[in-house]
């Protein structure tokens, strides 16, 4: 299974970054096949993700450059559906709406809750579709678990509410 981690800064205090890298990088024992991480600044969701080891990915320059936000999530995976290689099948998944998950589990129903034009091979993007159907946190958040069969958590930031992690 994959690992999903999260982080929110109350009153402004941003973490130093080599903490936040050291956590990345050890999240990579849940998953070796990809990493990403996403964050929203200046109402823009943003989303660096490739089919490496989290490892790997801190040595990039985005990460390089990466100044950390108030509120970021990030994956490592463990392929179980969809090919790595093909990036849309990695973490962060995002919507046209904004809406940016990290998820680790199973769900046993995506097949049935997703039509044939999936925008990804993996399961996650079915608690996408879910969200995306309602504005309402409280509501998302219930539909998710009314919706999907399986096992599973996930993350969930938002350009709607860029000071909120689910």
Not at 50 to 62: F, G, I, M, R, Y
Not at 97 to 123: K, M, P, W
């Amino acid at each position: 299974m994959c690992g999903i981690m999260g982080y929110y800064s109350f009153q402004g205090e941003i973490p130093e970054k080599n903490v936040i890298t050291n956590m990345f990088i050890n999240l990579q024992s849940r998953g070796t096949d990809a990493s990403g991480y996403a964050f929203i600044s200046d109402n823009k969701l943003n989303v660096f993700k490739a089919p490496v080891q989290a490892s790997e990915l801190v040595k990039t320059s985005e990460w390089n450059d990466l100044v950390l936000q108030k509120c970021m999530i990030f994956h490592a995976r463990q392929q179980t559906q969809g090919d790595s290689f093909y990036n849309r099948n990695n973490h962060p998944l995002f919507n046209k709406q904004g809406q940016c998950i990290v998820h680790n589990g199973q769900i046993y129903n995506d097949s049935f809750i997703l039509s044939e034009t999936r925008e990804a091979e993996v399961d996650s993007i079915a608690i996408l579709n879910v969200l995306r159907g309602y504005q309402d946190i409280n509501v998302q958040i219930q539909m998710v678990f009314d919706t999907l069969i399986g096992k599973f958590a996930f993350a969930f930031i938002d350009v709607n509410n860029p000071n909120r992690l689910v």
